[in-house]
C-alpha cells in the first residue's frame, strides 16, 4: 500500500520476483538485498 492504495496485487513468488514494493519489503524483513528494479518509479495507480 501507498498512500492508502493498493500498488501491487499478486502472488508471493511473483511479487518477490517483479521487484517492486513488496519485493522490497519483503527483502528487507529477511535480510536479503532486493534483486535489481525496474529503472523507472511504478505507477501507483497500476496494480
Keep these: 500500500m501507498e498512500h ?13 520476483a517483479s521487484g517492486g514494493a513488496y519485493a522490497s519489503l ?3 524483513w529477511h ?10 518509479p511504478r505507477d501507483p495507480s497500476v496494480v
Design 26 to 28: 519483503w527483502h528487507s
Design 31 to 40: 535480510g536479503n538485498p532486493p534483486p535489481p528494479g525496474p529503472s523507472s
Design 4 to 16: 492508502g492504495r493498493l500498488t501491487e496485487l499478486g502472488l508471493h513468488d511473483a511479487l518477490v
